[in-house]
């Protein structure tokens, strides 16, 4: 059974601090990791995804893999009230295979 | 931006009846997904479509369920006889051909059975 593990929080933060959202899988074939806001009622939105080890930015996101720890993790800097959202950690074996998703992590940025 | 467009946006049907919810799907997009997210819970892949047929499906596409791609814009998802539990969102999801690409999302369909 593939899992993708997220705590679900409510992670809170002030506005302007680091957000820290973590997330492991237990598939080691995974190959396509991605990140997914979803605001209350609305579909998922692609934030960021991460193919190969390492760090990778875009903007103020930061995603990290680590696949020998089965790891992925998302950062967002300068943290905004408007990124109070879940964020969904969802992971593929290559190509355009089926996603698994995790519960997601309420995140909320405090004014 | 082209976008993954879904209709209806709410469905209420009663126990019983079938329902059939559409999508229309990024237009270069060759790789079509259903996905549905109970109320709370995560979002669970239902089926995968390309090539008009199914590529892949979780065991929760069963018999009551089918997929079509009528004409070459529309997806389509049909529930028969709909159940208290299949009460969900309904997204219908689309991605390009590649190596490692991502799917992106419509907005979902709320269905509601009673």
């Known amino acids: 059974q593939k899992e993708v593990e997220q705590n679900s929080g409510p992670l809170s933060v002030p506005e302007g601090a680091i957000a820290s959202l973590n997330c492991t899988y237990s598939d080691r074939g995974s190959q396509s990791f991605f990140w997914y806001r979803q605001y209350s009622g609305k579909s998922p939105e692609l934030i960021m995804f991460?193919?190969?080890?390492g760090d990778k930015e875009d903007g103020r996101f930061t995603a990290q893999l680590n696949k020998a720890s089965q790891y992925v993790s998302l950062l967002i800097r300068d943290s905004q009230p408007s990124d109070s959202a879940t964020y969904l950690c969802a992971v593929n074996i290559g190509g355009n295979t089926p996603l698994v998703f995790g519960k997601g992590t309420r995140l909320s940025v405090i004014a | 931006e082209p976008e993954v467009t879904q209709t209806p946006s709410h469905q209420v049907t009663q126990m019983g009846q079938e329902v059939i919810l559409r999508c229309v799907p990024i237009?270069?997009?060759?790789?079509f997904y259903w996905y549905r997210q109970i109320l709370g819970q995560k979002v669970e892949f239902l089926v995968s479509?390309?090539?008009?047929?199914?590529?892949?499906k979780s065991e929760i596409f069963d018999d009551q369920f089918s997929v079509e791609r009528p004409d070459g814009s529309n997806f389509t998802l049909k529930i028969r006889s709909t159940k208290l539990e299949d009460s969900a969102m309904y997204f219908c999801?689309?991605?390009?051909?590649?190596?490692?690409?991502?799917?992106?999302f419509g907005q979902g369909t709320r269905l509601t059975v009673v």
């Open positions: 991460i193919y190969s080890n």
């Open positions: 237009s270069n997009h060759l790789y």
């Open positions: 479509f390309y090539n008009n047929e199914i590529s892949e």
């Open positions: 999801a689309s991605s390009p051909p590649g190596e490692n690409t991502e799917a992106f």
